[in-house]
T-cell receptor, first 111, second 119 residues
Framework: QKEVEQDPGPLSVPEGAIVSLNCTYS??????FMWYRQYSRKGPELLMY????GNKEDGRFTAQVDKSSKYISLFIRDSQPSDSATYLCAIYNNAGNMLTFGGGTRLMVKP | GAVVSQHPSRVICKSGTSVKIECRSL??????MFWYRQFPKQSLMLMAT?????????EQGVEKDKFLINHASLTLSTLTVTSAHPEDSSFYICSARSRSGGAYYNEQFFGPGTRLTVL
């Protein structure tokens, strides 16, 4: 079992839809949770960063962490074609000193 | 966020040659730098971690004699792919993290990547 699991998609939605992206993880020692966005042939860009259970909102993006279920989500409201990219969840274990990435979910927002 | 640059962005080389990729943190001091490899439609695979002034720590299965990493300063790390072969063709991405306080403490920022094609 991979430490971080993520549905690869692709996920295709119409413009304006609410998008839900999810990851599960197995190691309860994981402490910090990130979402990165990666456009084709570009490096990942940090979108959201949280370390506690609950919701964190930033504009159209909401990151949600449920440590009891080892489940993290990223919600995108009013999705735009420019949101089309691969979204990677990443989890940081302070003791391990490294990020563990999910496989990435490819999102396509159609105009 | 902080800026991490990579050079070159794209390189094509003949089999058997060596290629050097530079990674720079432009507005913060990176105490730790990471090198990843990414194949098409796949996630990032960590190759090695380097701390400034120390030898790099390689992940299992990564040949340290083939992928030479140097982290000589707090703003520069280099990855040299030695005697490159077509199977080394991939997208190489560096990442930098500051553990020394400041606005970017403990966040990890990625470079734009270098696409290597070995003929």
């Amino acid at each position: 079992q991979k430490e971080v699991e993520q549905d690869p998609g692709p996920l295709s939605v119409p413009e304006g839809a609410i998008v839900s992206l999810n990851c599960t993880y197995s190691n309860s020692a994981f402490q910090y949770f990130m979402w990165y966005r990666q456009y084709s042939r570009k490096g990942p860009e940090l979108l959201m960063y949280t370390y506690s259970s609950g919701n964190k909102e930033d504009g159209r993006f909401t990151a949600q962490v449920d440590k009891s279920s080892k489940y993290i989500s990223l919600f995108i409201r009013d999705s735009q074609p420019s949101d089309s990219a691969t979204y990677l969840c990443a989890i940081y274990n302070n003791a391990g000193n490294m990020l563990t990435f999910g496989g990435g979910t490819r999102l396509m927002v159609k105009p | 966020g902080a800026v991490v640059s990579q050079h070159p962005s794209r390189v094509i080389c003949k089999s058997g040659t060596s290629v050097k990729i530079e990674c720079r943190s432009l507005d913060f001091q990176a105490t730790t730098m990471f090198w990843y490899r990414q194949f098409p439609k796949q996630s990032l695979m960590l190759m090695a971690t380097s701390n400034e002034g120390s030898k790099a720590t390689y992940e299992q299965g990564v040949e340290k004699d083939k992928f030479l990493i140097n982290h000589a300063s707090l703003t520069l790390s280099t990855l040299t792919v030695t005697s490159a072969h077509p199977e080394d063709s991939s997208f190489y991405i560096c990442s930098a993290r500051s553990r020394s306080g400041g606005a970017y403490y403990n966040e990890q920022f990625f470079g734009p990547g270098t696409r290597l094609t070995v003929l």
